[in-house]
């Protein structure tokens, strides 16, 4: 007859037993989870290397396409003929889109293209300093919508400081003290300027201008600048092509004019 400590020893080792089968069972559980899934995707694989490798597939069989349904980001789902539809529809909207900016562009480069030659044939019939500088700063304004315009010459001669209208001037020790970074550079510069260069630059209204664009012109003849109360205006990515084409018509220009 059994003991107690035999039954008990029997019921622990009959529990053991239920635990190692059912782990047993678990593995094979997930083996079996495990191979259907590579089966899956070997399954898919190969469906996919089909239907790439025999496009016309679903030409005999177009009964087919709407079977298929595609999960949407709501969670409903929809057929491949309506996916196709929609994606069509949104890259028609998404290319007009870009057609109107070019469109839009193309207007604009029209507009400074017509703006940019009249201001040109203005400046070239100017007869003085004075008359040039009231041409380019009433373009500027109207036509570019320029805030502010400064053109600054240096050491112009004696005889002619009388007729340089709004054109500012300084000496070059002047410009050299207040602006000999910007002068050094001798390229365009685009952004925050300092409080000294603001002030030398655009004198009362330096307060007001938040951004700048500012080109030395060759020589030592001067600096053209233009000035914005938006600090993100004239940012330092900013394209100088306009400004820098303006000035070199300056640079041959301004020179004839002060010898008047």
């Known amino acids: 007859m059994a003991t107690a400590t035999q039954v008990r020893t029997d019921i622990e080792h009959i529990k053991m037993e239920q ?18 899934q590579r ?3 070997l399954l898919a694989r190969q469906v996919a290397r089909y239907l790439i490798q025999n496009p016309e597939f679903f030409v005999e069989r177009m009964d087919l396409l709407e079977t298929i349904k595609l999960p949407r ?7 491949l003929m309506t996916h196709q539809t929609n994606l069509l529809r949104e890259r028609n909207v998404e290319m007009r889109q870009r057609l109107d900016q070019l469109l839009h562009n193309a207007r604009e480069n029209d507009q400074l293209f017509f703006n940019s030659r009249r201001l040109i044939l203005a400046l070239l019939e100017a007869q003085s300093v004075s008359e040039a500088t009231e041409i380019l700063y009433a373009s500027f304004s109207a036509d570019f919508k320029v805030q ?6 240096f050491d112009p001669p004696p ?11 300084s000496s070059s020790t002047s410009a ?16 925050i300027l300092r409080p000294i260069e603001r002030a030398y630059l ?48 300056l640079e041959r220009l301004l020179p004839k004019l002060l010898e008047r």
């Open 19 to 36: 635990i190692d089968a059912k782990h047993s069972l678990d593995e094979i559980a997930s083996d079996t989870h495990k191979e259907a």
């Open 159 to 169: 005889g002619a400081r009388g007729s340089l209208g709004q054109a500012k001037t």
């Open 39 to 41: 089966n899956e995707k």
């Open 73 to 79: 980001e709501n969670g409903k789902t929809v057929s």
């Open 202 to 249: 655009f004198a009362g209204q330096g307060q007001q201008v938040a951004s700048a664009a500012v080109v030395p012109l060759g020589g030592q003849l001067g600096v053209l600048a233009t000035g914005s109360s938006d600090p993100q205006y004239y940012r330092s990515s900013l394209g100088t092509l306009f400004i820098s084409y303006i000035a070199e018509v």
């Open 176 to 191: 050299q003290t207040a602006i000999g970074g910007i002068l050094r550079n001798g390229r365009p510069v685009c952004g």
């Open 148 to 153: 502010f315009t400064t053109l600054t010459l």
